[in-house]
């Protein structure tokens, strides 16, 4: 499912990323009469990090016309503080020392940037309004504070009321904290955009803690939750949110989209019309309401929605991307293509559009262009895993299987909680025939994901290999119960009942996997050996030649129609069939005609 809260570009630690570059800062801030430890390391922090900022910015400004990549163009278009707000959401301030005396606190501070993907990462962002605002609220927010500490300082340094002054006192310290607090936000927003889901969680409950009436902050944890994988957490932080402040339309929007991946549609529906009613401008509504009708197998009432979307902003990656997904879905492919080049267009770092891209270029046959696109979105974004599964896949598809292999084994170090990447890997090892070592694997991935259809299926697959038919069956079924359209269960369910020599099982459950996926040669060929064993050879034969159409590389379709042409009694049709299957490497074929004395 695609999430619409992206994983931006970060500075990059990986090989086939190009060098960083590190800035360094100092500074020293004296305490005033106001102060203690904690607001002097908050304006301290505060200050050397700004200034970090604004050394990058002013060397990005100056590199501008050397980045090519991306939108990179139009860094100079961008005001200081704009510049200044993105870079800090997007940008990691390390500590290297610190020092409170008492009376001065002291920081030394680096921070890392690799040209290249941070601006593209500054130029995502600034192509996306919800981003931006998001990023400039924060950066607003602390400057706010700042500037409100500097004329509370004043006047606890001049107030004789010792009342007054206590309440003072106390409005500073809160300034501080909220100051502290932005600095947590934008740390939560990087750790999140560089996958590092748990941190960024931490962060966000740090800036709550410090400030508990951050909106942005509330509903951001609430994203984090989502991203990693905590639903129920990511619907009641949002709930949170809304009471917090119940004008914060992007809260509805959020909580409607969880909603929707819980199936509660009506509820959705109401809740993005309600963020649309706060901000008729909200692009991500218009996008939200069309997901919810495409959840609704109402494509059709989705295309408006997202037109609209791209009406109000015409770089929403978002709606092009799943705009591409409805007309790919109604096998239009090329327009597909046209569309998620666009989303990539709006959104270099969209990782998913190069996905569904790289997805639609493979469905084509075109496996050397889908790897050209799946190697740029792991250029565009090193840290999202479901690139490397995509890059393995097409590799696999190229019977590379060493080095898709290689890429899933990256993909599980990135994200260990991705099911899909296990299954792959289990099937990798399942064509390399290491049996046991993907059955443990597709075992991982069920355990990642109990509604893992495939992973049963894979296992049940497994258990057939070892004539384990007992045991494959259930496992099937199971597949089944959890995906009813899922063609290969029932075909695979079909041969472990056929292995059983119940073939009147058998069959229902094969023309079944054909009604579901008409376009399933294994399935005919199945179906076809079926009809063999009742003695039906028309019907066999028949099934076999659609097996062919479907694949004309199936040597154990030609095989089989040898066969049956042979219990027919037309033996010229026999090692005719045999000669193509041992052409396409069938060993059956090859050795039955060496012996029969049909080899040159």
């Excluded at 369910?493 to 023309?511: M, N, T």
């Excluded at 179906?527 to 064993?533: D, Q, S």
Aim: net charge negative; glycine share 6%.
């Amino acid at each position: 499912m695609k999430i619409k809260f992206f994983f931006l570009l970060c500075a990059c630690t990986l090989p086939l990323c190009a060098q960083t570059k590190t800035f360094v800062e100092r500074y020293t801030y004296t305490a005033g009469r106001a102060d203690n430890e904690n607001s002097s390391r908050a304006l301290a922090f505060h200050d050397v990090k700004k200034a970090l900022l604004q050394e990058i910015g002013v060397y990005l400004r100056s590199t501008a016309d050397t980045v090519k990549i991306g939108k990179a163009s139009m860094l100079p278009s961008l005001t200081k503080e704009q510049m200044r707000s993105i870079l800090a959401g997007i940008t990691e301030t390390r500590i290297i020392a610190e020092n409170w005396d008492g009376r001065k606190y002291y920081i030394k501070a680096s921070a890392s940037i690799n040209d290249e993907e941070v601006s593209n990462a500054i130029a995502a962002i600034a192509d996306n309004r919800t981003k931006l605002k998001d990023l400039e609220s924060a950066s607003q927010m602390a400057d706010s504070a700042e500037a409100m500490m500097d004329i509370l300082r004043e006047k606890v340094a001049q107030e004789k009321d010792k009342n007054k002054r206590q309440e003072e006192l106390a409005e500073y310290i809160s300034a501080s904290k909220t100051l502290s607090a932005t600095d947590w936000f934008q740390s939560g927003y990087n750790a999140v955009r560089t996958r590092k889901l748990d941190n960024g969680i931490l962060s966000y409950k740090k800036a709550i803690k410090l400030d508990p009436k951050y909106t942005e902050a509330y509903n951001s944890l609430g994203l984090a939750y989502y991203s990693e994988g905590d639903t129920d957490k990511a619907i009641s932080v949002f709930r949170e949110t809304i009471d917090l402040n119940p004008h914060y339309s992007r809260a509805y929007d959020d909580l409607g989209y969880a909603l929707v991946g819980k199936g509660d549609l009506d509820t959705a529906v109401s809740l993005f019309n309600r963020a649309i009613a706060l901000d008729p401008g909200d692009s991500y509504a218009y996008d939200d309401l069309g997901h919810a009708y495409v959840e609704e197998d109402s494509a059709d009432r989705a295309v408006p929605f997202y037109q609209k979307a791209i009406d109000l902003d015409p770089n929403d990656s978002y709606a092009y991307d799943n705009l591409g997904h409805i007309y790919f879905g109604k096998r239009d492919t090329d327009r597909a293509i046209s569309l998620y080049k666009k989303s990539i267009e709006c959104d270099p770092t969209d990782s998913y559009a190069y996905h569904r891209l790289g997805m639609a270029y493979y469905g084509k046959g075109r496996i050397d262009k889908a790897i050209e696109i799946f190697q740029q979105g792991i250029d565009a974004n090193p840290y999202y895993s479901r690139a490397y599964d995509d890059l393995g896949y097409a590799y696999a598809g190229k019977d590379s299987i060493d080095k898709a292999i290689t890429l899933y084994q990256k993909a599980i170090e990135l994200d260990p909680k991705d099911s899909y990447a296990y299954d792959d890997l289990g099937y990798a090892y399942y064509r390399k025939g290491d049996i046991d070592e993907a059955m443990k694997l597709h075992e991982k991935a069920i355990r990642l994901d109990p509604d893992d259809s495939y992973g049963y299926e894979a296992l049940g697959r497994g258990y057939i290999a070892k004539d384990s038919i007992d045991r494959a069956i259930p496992l099937l079924e199971k597949a089944i119960e959890i995906d009813p359209g899922d063609s290969y269960a029932y075909d695979n369910l079909g041969f472990a009942y056929a292995a059983k020599d119940s073939i009147d099982k058998a069959i229902p459950l094969y023309e079944k996997a054909i009604g579901l996926n008409p376009r399933h040669p294994r399935a005919y060929n199945n179906l076809g050996i079926a009809y063999f064993k009742k003695g039906n050879m028309d019907t066999a034969i028949e099934l076999y030649k659609k097996a062919i159409a479907l694949d004309p590389n199936y040597s154990g379709a030609y095989y089989n129609l040898g066969l049956a042409y042979d219990k027919k009694g037309d033996t010229t049709k026999q090692i005719d069939y045999f000669k193509k299957a041992a052409a396409l490497g069938n060993k059956n074929a090859q050795n039955w005609l060496k012996q029969n004395g049909h080899t040159k």
